[in-house]
């Protein structure tokens, strides 16, 4: 079993109240969190990688224990958790050997980090040679090494074919620069001219931070910055230890799905939620995960602990965040080796797209259940497209990387529908990054960029609606295409009666003789100049039952491009007549409409009775299409051959029957 006290501020359920008075505590927390966010303004304007530009970073601040005292108003949730555990690293590393002026990296993510793009930067913070605290802040570098560009290989099995494992190391000793190892750092990079840009920006970023708590300690006193540390994770733990009294006690179950393991037959891969409440804190049980995957699908303890964290305190909006909120948190991730709790040497670098959305949106759904007022259905997933190569446009030819992520649906929720064409819950802040400048750095040319109508999961609140975005390699030689994402076959789904989303995955050169499906996982495909690719993001899933979204809702969704007419029809039973589609002029039938409902509320069950195989043969003779496959038969197939995959069919209509038909009046 593997339980981990997450902050050795946690106490019993006994937190004492601040001995500062409350107008000093209050300016102090609302200092810190402008301290952090200093940080990130200075990460904006400083740093080399586009990446990091869009905002795949985040800021700390801890006490001199490693624990957080505040995080930035505008992180990624998926560093939620793990900034902590990495300035511990720090300490256990170089105990008494730690001095005013040095700076340390690391990105180990067998020690509490997320992947090994993600590199972190921490200052010790002095005050008359006391330590008080440590500046931290983390940014994902666009290459880390490994065996493709960008450094997402899916093939990969173990941490050897990743990238630049950084145990923590020194980079900066006594304000003195270590030249030597910051070259050996950004020497094992595709680009280590932007890499030792980065490594610089991040470290003046932690020294902004410094500046500032320095400048709290000479106006309040050393000991009244370190006590105003200590009581504002205090403050938090108090805060949602009160608020757990208002709530119900019991136990509740959930399980979500990797979309398979390439090392064993098709099947989904489940990873299991258990929550227990009983007013004394928040305890959590992942132990019936599945074992650890044979890709690099994997999460370890932080990015675990991350998602359980992050996912949490989406149903705590109002409460800060720092190892206060961690201290009223426990779980059992179980031992080692599983697909929650990989270990080394295990690849974990496609966590994000792995385990960590499913078991936030697994932490969703048992949340909607005790929270209903706050309920949210699944959300798109993580996903990011990589294309690496030569730049053919200069002389030297340079390699460069093309690295996307796209914004897509979230769930609708108990009372409107989704958001659509939204950052990722794994990273709220994350910008949508610049076509121009995606452009301008690399020869890939973006042909569209748009919402993807019918995306959004059916419901009674709609699901937010996802993106398709597609270019074309331009002058590029030694091209190499790779894609993280997953859910092409544990499809976005719909809760209380809603209907799930549309698959994710990649075409290649689509519409033309050669055109190829790839999926929503693959590594180091060969892409030559002239081809073109495409992918959709999925929307979010239906929440409530699409039959009693009042007809005037989805002909406005019509109207505005997020329903066709013909799935209008198909997934909600509206019937709409079309005037004139080039001025809107569309009406409701209101006599087929209810003759439609009645028709979908008498055939619906047996949808997902339907044998699956001939379910296949209906899409691969272009009768049916894929949503129709997924949301009225709940029927996984390979998208592109039309393969039927039985066991992951079988598994998907279960969770069907429970999160949609169970939530059907008739």
């Known amino acids: 079993m593997t339980t981990i006290q997450t902050a050795p501020t946690a106490r019993a359920a006994q937190v004492p109240d601040s001995k500062l008075d409350p107008v000093t505590f209050e300016v102090l927390k609302n200092a810190f969190v402008t301290s952090v966010d200093l940080m990130s303004e200075q990460i904006l304007r400083t740093c080399y990688s586009f990446v990091i530009y869009s905002r795949d970073f985040s800021s700390a ?21 793990t900034l902590h555990f990495q300035c511990k690293s720090v300490l256990e590393e170089f105990d008494e050997d730690i001095n005013p002026g040095d700076v340390f990296c690391v990105n180990d ?10 590199v972190s930067f921490i200052r010790p913070i002095f005050t008359d040679e006391t330590l008080i605290g440590f500046a931290q802040n983390k940014g994902h570098w666009a290459d880390i090494g490994g065996s493709v560009p960008g450094s997402f290989d899916v093939t990969a099995k173990d941490h050897f074919g990743e990238g630049l494992r950084i145990t923590p190391v020194r980079v900066w000793h006594r304000g003195g620069f270590q030249r030597d190892v910051a070259r050996l750092l950004v020497g094992n990079t595709r680009a280590p001219e932007q890499a030792m840009g980065d490594l610089h920006a991040q470290a ?57 393991d390439p090392g064993k037959e098709e099947g989904l891969v489940p990873i299991t939620i258990k929550l227990t409440l009983d007013g004394k804190g928040i305890h959590y049980d992942l132990t019936g995960s599945a074992e650890a995957v044979s890709t690099f699908l994997n999460s370890g303890y932080g990015t675990t602990f991350s998602a359980i964290y992050a996912g949490t305190k989406t149903f705590f909006p109002d409460v800060p965040l720092n190892s206060g909120f961690y201290a009223a948190v426990t779980a059992d991730i179980g031992e080692e080796g599983t697909v929650v709790n990989a270990g080394w040497p295990h690849a974990v670098t496609g966590f994000c797209s792995g385990p960590y959305e499913k078991l936030m949106n697994g932490i969703f759904e048992i949340w909607s259940q005790v929270m209903p007022e706050r309920a949210m259905a699944c959300a798109f997933n993580l996903e990011y497209l990589l294309v690496g190569g030569r730049d053919g446009r200069s002389r030297e030819k340079p390699f460069f990387m093309w690295y996307d992520w796209m914004a897509g649906g979230w769930g ?7 958001s659509g064409a939204t950052a990722p819950v794994f990273g709220a802040g994350l910008a949508v990054q610049r076509v121009e400048g995606q452009e301008r750095l690399t020869p890939v040319l973006t042909t569209h960029h748009q919402l993807v109508t019918d995306s959004g999961g059916p419901g009674r609140y709609r699901g937010g609606v996802g993106i398709e975005k597609g270019g074309v390699l331009m002058d590029a030689t030694d091209a190499v295409m790779s894609y993280c994402c997953d859910r092409a076959r544990s499809v976005t789904w719909g809760i209380a009666g809603g209907l799930p989303s549309i698959p994710h995955g990649v075409w290649v050169n689509k519409g033309t003789h050669e055109q190829k499906y790839l999926g929503s996982v693959f590594s180091s495909v060969p892409v030559q100049s002239g081809d073109s690719f495409t992918r959709p993001s999925a929307g979010g899933g239906g929440f409530g039952d699409p039959l009693e979204r ?32 080039e ?27 339907e044998d699956a195989e001939a379910v296949a043969e209906r899409y691969r003779a272009g009768e049916i299409n894929v949503m129709d496959v997924v949301r009225r038969h709940g ?20 969770l069907m029957r429970r999160r949609s038909l169970g939530g059907w009046t008739s």
């Not at 009294?245 to 959930?254: Q, S, Y």
Request: proline residues 2%; contains cysteine; glycine residues 6%.
């Open 583 to 609: 001025i809107d002029d569309y009406e409701i039938d209101a006599a087929a409409t209810e003759r439609s409902r009645t028709d979908i509320r008498s055939l619906r069950r047996a949808w997902l009775e």
């Open 550 to 581: 009042p007809a005037e809702e989805v002909l406005e969704d019509v109207i505005d491009g997020y329903v066709s007419v013909k799935r209008a029809a198909r997934d909600y039973g509206v019937v709409i007549v079309v005037n004139d589609a």
């Open 61 to 81: 601040l801890c006490d001199a224990h490693g624990n957080t005292v505040m995080q930035g108003s505008a992180d990624i949730a998926v560093h939620v958790g």
């Open 109 to 118: 993510p067998y020690r509490g980090g997320t992947h090994f793009n993600d």
């Open 204 to 260: 003046e970023a932690t020294a902004v931070c410094e500046r500032e708590i320095l400048r709290l300690v000479e106006r309040y006193s050393r000991q009244t910055v370190v006590a105003a540390m200590q009581e504002t994770q205090d403050y938090v733990q108090r805060t949602v230890l009160r608020q757990l009294e208002n709530l119900p006690h019991g136990e509740w179950e959930t399980v979500d799905y990797l979309d398979y």
């Open 635 to 654: 029927v996984i197939l390979d998208w592109g051959t039309g393969e039927l995959f039985p066991t992951t069919t079988d598994q998907y209509r279960q």
């Open 412 to 418: 609708g929720r108990a009372t409107k529908d989704g």
